[in-house]
Each structure stands twice: as C-alpha cells, then as structure tokens.
C-alpha cells in the first residue's frame, strides 16, 4: 500500500471514531495530576479553580460541557466561561471530573509519541494565554473565551498524535506524521468540539485558525485572536516556526491593531500570566 494510500485509511479510521461518547484522549498527563493535587486544597478561590483547569484543553472541553447539559443548566443559555461553569458544578464534580479525565489519560499516554504531545501540550498553553491578553487589550472578546479558543485551536493535533501512536508504522518519518497533522487538525479538531457540544463560537474559531485570511471583515474575532497569538508564540518560543513582519502584517494583526510596541508589552504581560499559571500547578 502506498504512504498516501495508508494516511488516508489512517484518517478514515479517525473519523469513524470521531463520534464515540466517550472521547478522551491525552495531551499533558504530568498537567492533569498536578490539577488533581492543586484543586484539592482546603478553601481554594473559584477563580484559582478555573485558572488552574484552563491550564488543561480535554479537562476544559469536558466541565464545560457537563455545565451546559440540562442537569446543571436549567435555563438552556449556553456558556462559554469557564468561571460560570466551575462555580455552576462545584468542587466535588469538578474534582471527580479531574480524577476521570486523570484515569483515562494514563491508560493511554505511552510510547514515544508522549514527548511531542507535552511539548504540544506547553505552546498550546503559552497560545491560550496570548489569546487571553490579546482579547483584554486589542478587542472586545471576552479574555476568558479567548483562553478556552486558544488553548484548543490544536486540539485536533493531540487527538492525531495520540492515534499515531498506534499506526507507527504507516509514516516514513517523523516529517511525514506532521505533514498529515498540519493537513487535517483544524478539520479533525472542529469535529471533537462538536462531539463535545463546545459552542459554536469557539468551534468554528477552531477550524477557521487554518485560513490565515479568511472573510473581509473589519472588527476583529477569535479567530483573529487565534492567528495573532499563534503568530506571536514565536517571540516566546524561539523553536517556533513563526516570524512576523511588522512591515507587511497578516490582516488579522491589522485588525487587532498589532505593532512592534505594544506587542512586546502584550508579551510581556503573558509571560507574567502564564508564570502565574504554572506556579499555580506546582
């Protein structure tokens, strides 16, 4: 069978799994236990708690949507904060969730694919954090939903990866897997969302993120917000494969009205968030 031949077989496969209720996969394993450890302290804010389990995008992806099924949510309006949805479930369901989520990763986070998937597990944080800042500063989105958006703008990469694991075989080289998570992860990860009832804001932001220039619009969205802090990782993340221009900017920097300047106090205010962040795991 030939390579191409053999990836799409590998992708048919992961869209027929795509509609299991019961799809949990990993990302950062070491991030979940700390989660666990950190949300079992006595008379913690429930702003620490939502700080804390942003910091992971399946555990995320699952209490907001627990908080949006009719059980918890009697009114039928769908939330998109992860404060709202921490406080509408409470510790213990939030708690339980954590230790599930826990569970299910470590049956399943082994083999060599792990090393890629902590380092895709930290650019995706250190995204949502620019999305965060960016949305507070340069729009009118709330921080909070840009957090959520960015951190699971490559939800679709871990959920690949995490497949790959078991296909080994089918890809040449590492260069070959990657190849194919650049090809299909936005439209792999839009479909989780979907099977995970995120809201439609962020899914569609999700699937958008891969075309850098998509519609003529002139206020800025999250999708824009997703493509500018993915953009801006290069200036945290020197391996990043990103440089910026300020000369000829993407249109989605335009929008947000990006410079040199007041990039680097946005970056600069990042990296102090997202120290904040990490501490709050330890």
């Not at 009719?70 to 039928?76: D, F, K, L, P, V």
């Not at 309006?77 to 939030?94: C, E, P, Q, S």
């Not at 290069?234 to 000829?248: F, G, M, P």
């Amino acid at each position: 069978m030939s390579e191409k031949n053999s990836e799409f077989e590998f992708i048919q496969g992961l869209t027929a799994e795509l509609s299991s209720p019961a799809l949990i996969f990993p990302t950062s394993l070491t991030a979940t236990m700390n989660i666990r450890r950190a949300i079992s302290q006595e008379n913690i804010s429930n702003d620490n708690v939502a700080r804390i389990v942003s910091t992971e995008p399946v555990l995320s992806a699952q209490i907001l949507k627990l908080s949006n099924s009719a059980a918890y949510n009697s009114t039928g309006k769908i939330n998109t904060d992860l404060r709202t949805a921490t406080m509408r479930l409470g510790f213990v369901k939030v708690r339980n969730l954590t230790i599930t989520v826990g569970m299910k990763q470590l049956s399943e986070h082994k083999g060599e694919i792990s090393g890629l998937m902590e380092g895709l597990w930290n650019r995706s944080l250190r995204v949502g954090t620019l999305s965060s800042v960016l949305a507070k500063h340069q729009s009118r989105i709330n921080p909070d939903n840009a957090m959520l958006a960015g951190l699971l703008h490559d939800v679709g990469k871990f959920y690949i990866l995490n497949r790959a694991n078991h296909y080994l075989s089918l890809f040449t080289s590492q260069q070959a897997l990657w190849n194919l998570v650049d090809a299909w992860h936005s439209n792999i990860g839009a479909a989780i969302l979907e099977n995970w009832e995120i809201p439609d804001e962020i899914r569609n932001a999700v699937q958008d993120f891969g075309t850098r220039e998509i519609g003529q619009r002139t206020v800025p969205d999250l999708t824009d917000i997703i493509i500018a802090a993915d953009l801006l990782d290069a200036h945290i993340d020197e391996r990043s494969k990103y440089t910026i221009n300020w000369e000829t900017l993407p249109a989605s920097l335009t929008r947000l009205h990006l410079n040199a300047d007041n990039s680097k106090a946005l970056l600069d205010e990042a990296k102090i968030e997202l120290d904040i962040i990490l501490k709050s795991l330890n």
